[in-house]
């Protein structure tokens, strides 16, 4: 841009102010060209900013999921051996007060004939 505009304003070589003239305007132009430029570069520094976080708040949401049925299968896992471990005690209680009322029976039994 500050080619074009060197092109369409020509100063008069032979006047000093006008020369000056023409580079503070030149200098000037290129300052609105740079604060264009950094204000460009400040935006889209914003928009990568905000898809990080983004993005990092998905990839957090996906992690966080994942660990939750994780820890929910452990849990149903450990609760299904817990059933399973008491089933089998209440079955070995099962019979073994069977095994003691029998021999209490025949105990019982054993007095009555005697």
Not at 75 to 100: D, F
Not at 103 to 108: E, G, K, N, P, Q
Request: hydrophobic content about 40%; aromatic content about 8%; some cysteine.
């Amino acid at each position: 841009m500050k080619a074009a505009w060197e092109k369409v304003i020509q100063p008069n070589v032979n006047d000093e102010n006008s020369l000056v003239q023409f580079r503070d305007y030149l200098e000037a132009l290129e300052r609105d060209e740079w604060a264009f430029r950094e204000q460009e570069i400040a935006e889209v520094q914003e928009l990568r900013l905000q898809l990080l976080e983004n993005m990092l708040d998905e990839i957090h949401e996906k992690s966080h999921t994942r660990t939750e049925m994780k820890m929910n299968s452990f849990i149903e896992r450990q609760n299904a051996l817990k059933e399973e471990k008491l089933s089998k005690i209440r079955k070995q209680a099962a019979r073994g007060n069977n095994y003691y009322i029998g021999c209490f029976s025949l105990l019982l039994h054993n007095f009555k004939i005697r």
